[in-house]
């Protein structure tokens, strides 16, 4: 028990950081209206590339047999390129709608 108070009260400004990171994420979204969901969403998965750098990094520094590092940047690695390709297809998709068709 101890153990976990003192990583509490060393993290203690991230925990409150990632707090406020919900609420806020909550209230933004939850003002968006339903007709820009999509197309906020959509956009927001095309610019995930940021978490595959990240978990690029994360693996690149990770020692050899830090296996929970390696595999958890792994699977960062393949959920967000799987993110950034299907906000890349929604907005291909909806942009589709609204050509000309001849």
Known sequence: MEAILNWISEYQQ????????VFVGIEVIGRVPSVLH??????????????????????GKAEPDNYTALIL???AV????????GGFVVTDRMLEMFKKKK
């Not at 999509?38 to 693996?59: C, D, E, F, R, Y």
Request: charged content about 0%.
């Open 38 to 59: 999509t197309p906020l969403m959509s956009g927001a998965n095309a610019i995930h590339g940021v978490v595959i750098i990240g978990a690029i990094i994360v693996m």
């Open 73 to 75: 940047g792994f699977l």
């Open 14 to 21: 991230m925990i409150y950081i990632v707090v406020l990171m």
């Open 78 to 85: 393949i959920l967000g390129t799987l993110n950034v390709v």
